[in-house]
């Protein structure tokens, strides 16, 4: 026969590892209360503390850490939940995920400027020009903005060093007739510009199940290297980063999706 103080512990076991479950499954506060108690025969008996107690009822070595285990599970709980709530209430970011929705940019008919252009004989980078201008914006991503006005005051700092300025604001004092006021209001329009053009690439290419093809664009890359009379070795050597990564930070990718764009629609 069985040993019935041993079938307690294994049922005990199978009570915390689903009560486990249910806690991470699920909001922590719902099922917190519920953690420490089941019934085994009608009897109301203490899960974690019966299966830490030995055959005669004495409180064994492993009781003594009881009490830590219980605090790792909890806080492994909490990071758990921390985790998902900032997944699920962080801003969404990334051009593909803003092109999902109409939330940021509206480009209904689009398709009707394009034919547009074409009547009236304007070249691609014109029909592309009145797609942009004709596209409603609905509000920019904040994340995206924020960025394109930092890298762009960090070009205008970069070209203000070698001009041989001590600061940006010096440099636009003298070179542009600007305060840095002014440049920020400049930054930010021209900044939102690029930020629209973005918006309306991503969204007709989404609508238009457009996408890059990863082999076709490394291929794309290596091309422009070798152009160039660069490998991948030799333009990190010369420039401290991967051409992937220099290509990323200025947009090639875009301009690639954007010929393709091109290519299928005009």
């Not at 930092?150 to 300025?165: D, F, H, P, T, V």
Request: charged content about 30%.
């Amino acid at each position: 026969m069985v040993d019935v103080l041993y079938a307690k512990k294994i049922q005990c076991f199978a009570d915390i590892l689903a009560r486990f479950i249910f806690i991470y499954t699920f909001f922590p506060s719902i099922w917190i209360n519920y953690l420490y108690s089941f019934k085994f025969n009608g009897q109301n008996i203490d899960s974690v503390r019966y299966f830490f107690k030995s055959k005669k009822g004495e409180v064994d070595l492993l009781q003594k850490k009881r009490e830590k285990v219980i605090i790792v599970i909890i806080v492994l709980l909490v990071i758990a939940v921390v985790g998902a709530a900032f997944l699920i209430l962080s801003p969404v970011s990334g051009w593909e995920q803003y092109a999902k929705s109409a939330d940021y940019v509206v480009v209904d008919g689009y398709n009707d400027i394009i034919e547009n252009g074409k009547e009236k004989g304007l070249d691609d980078d014109q029909i592309w020009t009145e797609l942009v201008a004709y596209s409603e914006v609905i509000k920019y991503p904040k994340k995206e903005l924020e960025k394109a006005m930092q890298k762009n005051r960090e070009n205008y700092e970069e070209l203000a060093k070698i001009s041989g300025y001590s600061n940006l604001e010096s440099y636009l004092k003298k070179e542009m007739s600007l305060t840095l006021e002014e440049f920020e209001e400049n930054s930010e329009m021209f900044c939102k510009n690029k930020v629209v053009e973005k918006l309306v690439l991503y969204r007709i290419a989404y609508l238009e199940e457009i996408s890059i093809d990863e082999s076709e664009y490394i291929k794309y890359l290596n091309d422009i290297m070798e152009l160039n009379g660069f490998t991948d070795e030799s333009f990190e050597q010369a420039y401290g980063c991967s051409f992937r990564e220099y290509a990323e930070n200025n947009e090639i990718e875009d301009s690639y999706l954007l010929d393709i764009l091109k290519e299928k629609l005009f």
